[in-house]
C-alpha cells in the first residue's frame, strides 16, 4: 500500500481549518451585523409590533363605534323627520 504524501494531509487540514475559521467569521459578522441594526433601530422612533397591532385594534374598535354611531344618527334623523312632517300634516 502506497501512503498518501504528507503534502496532501497538510493541504486537507489547511481546507478544513480555513472552512472552520470562515464558518466561525461569519456567525461574528452576523452577530455583529444585528447588534448594529438593534442599535440602529433602538434611535429611531419605531414602535414594537405588538405595539402597533393594540393601536390597530383599537382603531377598528373605533372604526366601528363610529360607524355605529353613524347608523344610529341617520335613524333618529329620519324619526325626526317623519315626526315633523307628521305634525306638519296635522
Known sequence: MQERPRFFDDMSRLFNDAAGAAKSLGKEA???IKAQVERMMSTMDIV???E???VRDMA???RNANDALERRVAELEAKLAATASSNGAE
Do not use: D
Open 48 to 50: 414594537s409590533r405588538e
Open 30 to 32: 452576523e452577530t455583529m
Open 52 to 54: 402597533f397591532e393594540a
Open 60 to 62: 377598528v374598535a373605533a
